[in-house]
């Protein structure tokens, strides 16, 4: 049995996903819900029923497909389920991404180098949530679209209808992949009405009839979901109303992180491949690179696809480099064995392939106590489970506040006898009750009338959260459950008095200073 280096480092990505993928993520757990709800009602929902805050709103769910999938893994089959799922997810994204480079690159071993590059942008945000199914139909589709530019054949576009029927109900990125479609298709319409003087020439053009009927074909496949083209409406409707514009991910990356410097590193290999490409330009090598860097400039969320995108675009522009580097390199190679000869031999490569997967096994089997130790802190953060089992142990029932990272697991933990005030879904939400949220947590003039006219019972928020200060220095609630990372007030009335009300860890630190609390909670928020 032979194992190439594309297998190795496929088997390779497997065993560390699956050693070492965080569940930390903190939509993972209301993806759960609604898979689990939609399996045992039979039916998909179409009015808000998760929150009180939105309830009885229409609430189209896109992606209820992925849903039921991660449910059904999740019950039967767990944490390592999940993990095993997600890991296959990014070895597809990384082998559609090599094929693509393999287009253009005659070694295996550059293809998995520069197809390696990709991981780096697809790894950040790496999490048991549908978004990954996008990162892989854009990686599928990048790939048709490649393989009927380079072959000129139409049957390398028929894989696009099924992508396209499928997509709309795993994920609401589809928009993604009309959008690369939309941009070979302008690529091939400037080639024709403003050709690059020695612009090189490719076998398949878009504009031609086969792929036009495929394309139409596409667009039927569009409507093969419950909602039918609404879901089109839907998704334009969720980005028009500014439904993600206060969420980090549709931010511009912060270059100060790794995202953002994986962002400029990614925009200076660009430059660098064109400037240096053996390959003439063409109106392609143009439009898509850019169109993806400005959507990853944008928006966080875009990152992978611009990985996704730039590497097999470097392939493209070092096609013809590549054979006569490394011929030079071979040629003078010297003292270095088999690794300076033009090939290993099948069974010396097949050993040292399956030396380097047992290796990052065991390393990975040495590495996983200590990693799941790190992610179980991590996982205190955005998962609530203590101030959870407070609110089931006591019966607490009325109108919660609750913060937005915590909103998903709440959801899982809580539903259906207890309601949330927020989570991390866009579209169920009326666009009011998000610049409410934003005014109560950010402690605005009117935080605490904004609360009121929601007619909050109980709040359960981290510990840091300046708001919490603020909620401390009110006579109306009082403070009942309190642990490392979360705390739990109620409303100072009748139905709450049995439970007995808790000292903040900071009491002592307010006391020492000398100051009332309503004065302490002010020094908290302005720091």
Known sequence: MRITLPVAFGVILFVLTVGLLPIVDPDFFWHVKIGELIRHAGAIPSSEVFSH????????????????????VWEHAGTVGIRVLVASLFIAIWTFVYRSVRLYVSRSETAVLLSGLSVLFVLPALAPRPTLVTDLGFALTLYSLFAFRCRGKAHWLLILPPVFALWPNLHFGYPAGIGLVGLFVFSDLLTRLIPITREYKESGSLLSKWPALIGLLCAVALGANPQGYGVLWETGRMFL????????????????????????????????????AARSINWLDIVVPLAVIGAALSAERHVPLLGIVLIPFLARAFANWETDTFGFVRRNAKGFGAL????????AATAMNLALVASVAVITLLLAPTANRHFKKTRTLNQPSGAADFLIANHLNGRLFNTYNSGGYLIYRLYPWQQVFIDGRYNPYPKQVIDDYFTITDGKPNWFATLQGYGIDIVLCENKAAFRQL???????????????YSVLVRDIDRFHDLPTVESAMAPMRRHLGLSTSEFSSEVVQR
């Open 340 to 347: 300076a000869r033009r090939e290993l031999g099948t069974r």
């Open 53 to 72: 805050t939105a309830q009885g709103q229409t609430w189209v769910i896109q992606g209820w497909l992925s849903d039921v999938v991660l449910d059904a």
């Open 241 to 276: 109303e500014g439904s993600t514009s206060r969420v980090t991910e549709w931010q511009t990356a912060d270059f100060s992180t790794f995202l953002g410097k994986l962002v400029y590193a990614a925009i200076g290999m660009f430059i660098i491949a064109r400037s240096f």
């Open 471 to 485: 909620m401390l220095s009110r006579v109306e609630f009082r403070l009942v459950y309190e642990d490392q990372e």
